[in-house]
């Protein structure tokens, strides 16, 4: 049982952030909430696929530069 939210929260993934940033991937409440929604784990693309391409690309940079797969 995931503990209750901070009502500013983002509803997706229990984070404060804007909203065209990513959904926290590494949050329970988005890796529960998610795979419940689509029967499999989320990867980064799934968080930020409601980004725009600018936000997509400095993810997919900043990951590899961490040696973090995107997809």
Not at 17 to 43: D, I, V
Request: proline share 8%; net charge negative; charged share 20%.
């Amino acid at each position: 049982m995931l503990p209750p939210m901070n009502p500013l929260a983002c509803k997706e993934c229990a984070t404060v952030h804007a909203p065209e940033a990513p959904h926290n991937m590494e949050s329970l409440n988005y890796k529960y909430n998610f795979a419940k929604a689509n029967g499999r784990w989320p990867t980064w693309a799934d968080a930020c696929s409601h980004c725009s391409e600018e936000i997509k690309l400095l993810v997919k940079g900043l990951l590899s530069d961490k040696g973090i797969d995107y997809a």
